[in-house]
């Protein structure tokens, strides 16, 4: 037999493994890091099994050519890339081509991933097994965690339960994307039975719900309600009372948020924002009123309650020895909560970025924060680097990393406009073909399925949307990989049973 066959062989066992590995090497990691040692070995091994699922692909497939294809599309926008960061100095090309690395491998692993389902029968079900194993798993670890007292919880409060994992973002991400596969595989299983299922329910909707994340929660929600009306409508009689299970699970956990992790850390949050608040009122409780009046006449400066009368006749009139004086009372305050931008970009520019608030809700945000950073790094940069983007090390100063919290801000940063345009392209592929096939024959593809799938995909991209830890990130951007290889499958590979239509 030849390599290529025992390859085209194995490949659902390949894909198996490859999904089964993941959340082991994040626990390696997170251990790795804990002792103080570098994540080097974990972050070979993720590229030694990259490198050895692409070849495996590459080796069976028939369309070589969309591969090399693709392969050279990614090559250049890096060569951009390159000649982008070179302009301005470049400072660590290892870095910042392992962080491409993880950008492109989303792609790479879908291709690969669809290339076993089209050769192996077996291969849509062994990925399922897979995500199941997976997130069963990482059910185990977060129990362990929390029975030998070595959770690190979610957020520094003490909030939440994450097991041992890095990444809070990521693995809120991961839950929400493995939790529907569980329950599909649940729901289709030969031998099924109502209390398997409700089990399993309970197990993804307590580790969502204890989780804290409001992305987290709100898969909790998306799982249930969504997956659970779909099962009601689609499958009718035959399964109706699976669809109660989850809608019950819905039910159990809207009664329990106000006494939820996550609105445990959001009172613990806006409660030491208040606190910050009264501090900074107090300071300038006597120079309040001056300061705002010396702000209302700020020629770029726009009142949030301004009604569009002109109230302030002095506005656009300031004078030098205002701007100093205003400047003056504001800058300690600035540089005790965004000092490091002060340090970066001076005192009056940071209030400029700022439009001169004084409200610590704007100096907590650090997505805000990190865009205003990010912006004003392109800003100072050539124009090709808002072509291909600014390298990754650029993006930490005096010590802090100030990349962007939202994935698709960063693939612009850091690729500019033609890596962001090549990434939009891709997952708008996607995108395309689900509403054809629905629009073509919506009662064929619109099953659970699809539903379950559907809603994975949906919680991916709106972590992605609003964190930095799907795109970006090699162990959550798998799970997105085989979300879109089976909705691949689903659409082009799977052979559905359609009853045919009597003659009249």
């Known amino acids: 037999m030849k390599l290529t066959e025992r390859i085209s062989e194995k490949s659902h066992m390949i894909a198996a493994v490859l999904i089964m590995i993941q959340p082991i090497m994040d626990v390696i990691s997170f251990w790795l890091s804990e002792f103080g040692i570098s994540n080097a070995p974990t972050l070979l091994l993720r590229m ?13 497939t028939e369309k070589k050519k969309a591969y090399l294809i693709s392969l050279l599309i990614m090559a250049v926008i890096y060569a951009g890339h390159v000649f982008a960061c070179i302009q301005v ?34 291969a849509y079900g062994a990925i399922q097994f897979g995500a199941c194993a997976a997130l069963i798993f990482i059910f185990a670890v977060e129990a362990i965690s929390t029975l030998t007292g070595t959770d690190p919880h979610t957020y520094s409060d003490g909030a ?65 309600v969504g997956m659970g009306l779909m099962i009601i409508l689609i499958e009718r009689k035959k399964s109706w009372q699976y669809g109660i299970v989850l809608l019950a699970m819905a ?3 809207i009664v329990l948020l106000p006494i939820s992790p996550t609105v445990k850390h959001l009172n613990l949050s806006d409660k030491a924002q208040t606190d910050r608040q009264q501090i900074i009122d107090a300071e300038l409780s006597d120079k309040r009123e001056d300061i705002n009046n010396l702000i209302d006449k700020l020629p770029d400066h726009k009142d949030p309650e301004d009604t569009g009368d002109d109230t302030h006749p002095d506005k656009d009139n300031i004078t030098k020895d205002e701007k100093e004086r205003l400047i003056a009372s504001l800058t ?17 520019k940071t209030m400029e970025m700022y439009d001169y608030t004084l409200d610590v809700r704007r100096f907590a945000s650090t997505r805000a924060k990190k865009l205003m950073f990010a912006e004003m790094l392109m800003q100072d940069s050539p124009e090709s680097t808002k072509w291909f983007g600014v390298e ?37 592929y996607f995108v395309l073909i689900i509403m054809k096939a629905l629009i073509k024959d919506f009662k064929k ?49 799977r052979k559905y049973s359609i009853p045919e239509k009597k003659e009249k």
């Open 89 to 122: 100095g470049f400072a660590d090309p290892v870095g910042d081509f392992t962080n491409y690395v993880r950008v492109i491998q989303t792609p790479l692993l879908v291709m690969s991933l669809i290339t076993f389902m089209k050769h192996s029968d077996k």
């Open 392 to 428: 990754l090390s650029r993006f930490t100063f005096d010590g802090t990393i100030y990349d962007v919290e939202n994935d698709f801000h960063g693939i612009y940063f850091l690729y500019g406009r033609v890596g962001f345009a090549g990434y939009i392209a891709f997952i708008g």
């Open 251 to 253: 039910m159990i956990f």
């Open 48 to 60: 030694a099994v990259l490198a050895l699922t692409l070849v495996s692909a590459f080796a069976v």
């Open 160 to 224: 939440g339960i994450i097991g041992w994992f890095n990444n809070t973002n990521s693995q809120s991400s991961s839950l929400c994307v493995l939790s529907p596969i569980l329950m599909l595989w649940q729901f289709r299983r030969k031998n099924r039975n109502i209390l398997s299922f409700t089990l399993s329910a309970a197990m993804c909707c307590l580790s969502m719900f204890m989780f804290a994340t409001r992305l987290a929660y709100l898969g909790l929600i998306a799982l249930t």
């Open 445 to 493: 593809y619109f099953t659970v399925d699809a539903v379950a799938y559907g809603i994975a995909f949906l919680c991916c991209m709106a972590h992605a949307y609003n964190t930095a830890g799907v795109l970006r990130r090699p162990n959550a951007s798998v799970y997105l990989s085989v979300v879109l290889a089976v909705i691949y499958h689903l659409i082009y590979l």
């Open 332 to 348: 300690p305050i600035y540089e005790r909560h965004v000092g490091d931008f002060v340090k970066r970009f001076g005192a009056e």
